[in-house]
């Protein structure tokens, strides 16, 4: 009788993990590509603009920006182009804590022409806010003298994946695995 018990117990918690595995492969499809991409190499933020049908993408991710880890930021020549026409020099200002503190870094050309830089992300934020500026050139960088590519004044915001939240997706990935072993085995 005692085995019997043991068995039903067993049996009781085995068909809770398979329920509970299967609720959440619905809602981890999501986690499992961000792991992926994660794993794959470093994320990257594209800002870009179409000139066929002259539309700016505000920004599309490759990857997900993992806190702690770096992370690319790639601004499309023909966004230069069209918004900093006249410049050589497009910056990036930054900041993790809706700008109470930022901080500015040129753009450099890439290999592929395309303006970017790379930041390191620290360890503790959750969202990075960005904007891009130039200077007139006539105007030797006076203050009046900038032009922004800030989302018409709101800005670009994206979320960044804390290292809690990284280290719970490898814990629920590896107790899917085991889940998964354990019911091949019955």
Not at 79 to 100: E, G
Not at 148 to 169: C, Q, R
């Amino acid at each position: 009788m005692f085995n019997y018990i043991n068995y039903n117990v067993l049996n009781a918690i085995l068909m809770a993990a398979v329920l509970f595995n299967a609720m959440m492969v619905y809602t981890s499809s999501a986690a499992a590509e961000t792991l992926s991409k994660i794993r794959n190499g470093m994320p990257a933020l594209y800002f870009t603009y179409s000139g066929e049908n002259q539309k700016y993408s505000h920004f599309t991710a490759e990857g997900s920006l993992v806190a702690g880890r770096n992370a690319r930021i790639v601004y499309d020549v023909k966004r230069k182009d069209v918004l900093f026409k006249n410049n050589s020099v497009v910056y990036m200002r930054y900041s993790f804590d809706f700008w109470q503190t930022c901080q500015d870094v040129e753009l450099k050309r890439s290999a592929s022409g395309g303006l970017e830089t790379v930041i390191k992300l620290p360890a503790n934020v959750s969202t990075i806010q960005i904007a891009f500026f130039a200077a007139y050139p006539y105007d030797n960088y006076r203050a009046w003298g900038f032009i922004w590519d800030s989302n018409y004044g709101k800005n670009f915001s994206a979320n960044i994946i804390s290292v809690k939240e990284l280290e719970d997706k490898k814990k629920f990935e590896s107790l899917n695995g085991a889940a998964e072993k354990f019911t091949e085995n019955i």
